[in-house]
Nanobody
Framework: QVQLVESGGGLVQAGGSLRLSCAAS????????MGWFRQAPGKVRVFVGV???????YYTESIKGRFTISRDNGKNTMYLQMNSLKPDDTAVYYC?????????????????WGQGTRVTVSS
């Protein structure tokens, strides 16, 4: 069983930065693909980015060049560095873990989820 806890959300002005953290329990963290998703008010949850074995990453187009995923396997923690934030980035951000190998952009392919952390970007 894996438990995920996000932190680092808050209110920031457009153009600002935030770093989200996702702390994971469990012994196999380093072998899991770890993804970030977000859900804007009134919208469905969507894929943001993922990191899998070897430090490989994939990002959705709208955040490329602005967001960066990293992880510290020694601390069982994944990060989402968000720069040049826009009001459209306002959402609840969730981290997720996939234990079945490979990686995915589809939320149903992830086995464990955090509770989410809210990010609000003011204009």
């Amino acid at each position: 069983q894996v438990q995920l806890v996000e932190s680092g959300g808050g209110l920031v002005q457009a153009g600002g930065s935030l770093r989200l953290s996702c702390a994971a329990s469990g012994r196999d963290f380093s072998s899991y693909a770890m993804g970030w998703f977000r859900q804007a008010p009134g919208k469905v949850r969507v894929f943001v980015g993922v990191m899998w074995s070897g430090g490989n990453t994939y990002y959705t187009e709208s955040i490329k060049g602005r967001f960066t995923i990293s992880r510290d396997n020694g601390k069982n923690t994944m990060y989402l560095q968000m720069n040049s934030l826009k009001p459209d980035d306002t959402a609840v951000y969730y981290c997720a873990a996939r234990s079945r190998g490979g990686w995915s952009r589809i939320e149903y392919d992830y086995d464990y989820w955090g509770q989410g952390t809210r990010v609000t970007v003011s204009s």
